[in-house]
């Protein structure tokens, strides 16, 4: 047998974005600005293996989609896991409350469920359990809400939901929307009953971060790791918030 077939697969790359319905700093919605973002700075077509995207749809229902969905497969060689009615809020959306998952056409997806999270605003998560290079993959995709207090109760919902299932590693990335560099009681093992860890850097506002507000974590300790917050003359045009990316060790 070869090095090469013995050899373990590499680390996982993930990337999260939250590109703000389109939106830029020139006040502008331009979904076009997006797909080439993400074509030339973000996720070129065979650079991440995990995708996930907050503020994808509009924000008002029927949250209707913006971006193109195709085009975007296209250039990141990626594809979006909301293939059937169940997994996007309507018919005009291509998410779940802007949050979209995209994953390598060869992985096979066992399990998938949206979550309704409690709030006054609309608020939710994508959840999707896959067949990975690595093993069974759980990856959760989400915007949590501004209040801690409000963010704390969504954890603990999205943590009951991961008890709930059959046991595997899970991911939650996303705009999780703690500025704290420590996680703050919404990331509480206490006060969850689930630790969930990985590096974290500033990625809000885009144009000079000081928030770490965009993260990338798992349930197995240091399981996420070489953290980046991404940056480029598209990524400060295109959204508020900068792109993060992660390698997720093998488990």
Request: glycine letters at 10%; hydrophobic letters at 40%.
């Amino acid at each position: 047998m070869t090095a090469a077939a013995t050899a373990e697969p590499a680390a996982l790359r993930a990337v999260s974005w939250n590109v703000h319905r389109g939106r830029g700093g020139d006040g502008r919605v331009d979904p076009a600005r997006i797909l080439h973002t993400l074509a030339e700075e973000v996720c070129p077509k065979g650079g991440a293996d995990i995708l996930g995207l907050q503020e994808a749809d509009d924000e008002v229902p029927p949250h209707a989609r913006i971006l193109d969905i195709q085009a975007i497969e296209a250039a990141t060689g990626l594809r979006s896991v909301h293939d059937r009615p169940g997994l996007r809020w309507g018919a005009q959306s291509d998410g779940f409350l802007g949050a979209i998952l995209f994953l390598p056409p060869g992985w096979q997806i066992t399990h998938a469920d949206v979550i309704d999270l409690p709030g006054h605003c609309h608020r939710g998560a994508i959840s999707v359990e896959a067949e990975t290079p690595h093993g069974p993959l759980r990856l959760l995709c989400t915007h949590l809400s501004l209040g801690q207090p409000l963010r704390i109760v969504q954890v603990r919902t999205l943590v009951q939901y991961i008890f709930r299932r059959p046991s595997m590693p899970s991911v939650l990335m996303g705009d999780l929307n703690e500025w704290r560099p420590w996680g703050g009681l919404a990331f509480s093992p206490r006060v969850t009953g689930c630790r969930l860890s990985g590096p974290c850097k500033p990625s809000f506002p885009v144009g000079r971060p000081i928030l770490p507000l965009d993260r990338i974590l798992c349930d197995m300790p240091g399981a996420v790791s070489g953290f980046t917050v991404l940056d480029g003359p598209g990524i400060r045009a295109a959204s508020d918030h900068r792109p993060v990316r992660a390698l997720v060790a093998p488990f």
